[in-house]
């Protein structure tokens, strides 16, 4: 199973970044699927996460569900996270996973994409 990644890149304040994953490697898909990040000196995070069924959850810290939308692609293996009015307390390196869809215990990491929002 591999998780890439894209999307990450140097944005200004407010302006808006579309980050995607492409998962492979289940011939049968995924389970969740969603977004985890980490900010220098702080802990990976859980930003948002999309049931298979498209049932969503999201942090509830810097009002990111207000501003952030998580959507999948079953048939394509894709996970997408659209980041809207971006702040400097978004930067992060993010980082995509995927639950086995055989046992929930099985997660697959993606390599991470850098996001900063410069003021």
């Known amino acids: 199973v591999q998780l890439q990644a894209s999307g990450g890149g140097l944005v200004q304040i407010g302006e808006s970044l579309r980050l995607s994953c492409a998962a492979s490697?289940?011939?049968?898909?995924?389970?969740?699927m969603g977004w985890y990040r980490q900010a220098p000196g702080k802990q990976r995070e859980l930003v948002a996460s999309?049931?298979?069924?498209?049932?969503?959850?999201?942090t509830d810290s810097d009002s990111v569900e207000d501003r952030f939308f998580i959507s999948r692609e079953n048939v394509k293996g894709m996970v997408y996270l659209e980041m809207n009015s971006l702040k400097p307390e978004d930067t992060a390196v993010y980082y995509c996973?995927?639950?086995?869809?055989?046992?929930?215990?099985?997660?697959?990491w993606g390599q991470g994409t850098q996001v900063t929002v410069s003021s």
């Open positions: 996973y995927a639950v086995s869809v055989f046992d929930d215990r099985i997660i697959y």
């Open positions: 490697g289940s011939a049968i898909g995924f389970g969740i």
């Open positions: 999309i049931s298979r069924g498209g049932s969503t959850k999201y």
